[in-house]
């Protein structure tokens, strides 16, 4: 039986296709607009890749920020659901995760079996998450990969005091007026996300090994910042962070069906 998920965020719609737990298709597709086209668009994308003519899903769960409006979902899970069971599937150990996503930043704990022990989630705020980086970026009129890739060089970060995201990106726009090096600004931006992602995690017992998923989780300057912020370094795991909650609900959906 093939089972699939299907996990709907702000800034991307993400399908994975699995088949006795095994993943057949993983497709992202990055959208600024009709979310539900965009998640019917991703699933073909990836019934596609798996070389699936015609419609064999037996069920399909949806999670994330725009859950209910994948319209071709059975029904919808809780995203941290989603990624304990998809975590614990990909690597056992793991023991603490850090979920670094377009519109969320939560950290939880997690037991041998996979059961969430503690968890904590940053307030309703955009600054810190991956939606106000990519924000920050349009005010610098740069991709944002190539910004993430760029400002690791950078020698001086230049510091973003502002807490709101809205104030931040007033700041930045003076930065840039004032001629400030791009690569420094967007390293002080990288700092003021990794400050406010590391402020989550501290709320609960960081429990090695420890992932970060999610689609900060791509931004290698933000990733080594936030390791230095908590002086750790994150364990490794085969898969895109950015599709790792659509895997679970792909592996909630066919333990759901077949149970």
Known sequence: MIYAGCDL????????????????????LPYKNLPKQAAIQVMEMAKKEAGLTKDPIAYCLSTGFG???????DKDIPEFICLSRAVHKLNPEIRTVIDAGGSTIRAFNMDSSGKVTSSATNEKCAAGTGKFMEVMAQALEMPIEE?????????QALPITSQCGVFAESEVITHVNEGKDRLDIFAGISLSVAGKVAAVARRISLDQPIVIVGGLAKNPIVVRDIEKELGISFAEYNLDPRAVAAYGAALVAEERHAG
Request: glycine share 8%; net charge neutral; proline share 0%.
């Open 9 to 28: 965020g702000t800034i991307s719609a993400k399908a994975v296709i699995i088949e006795n737990g095994n993943i057949l298709a993983v497709e992202i």
């Open 67 to 73: 859950k209910k409006a994948v319209s071709f979902a």
């Open 147 to 155: 910004l993430s890739a760029a400002a690791l060089e950078s020698g």
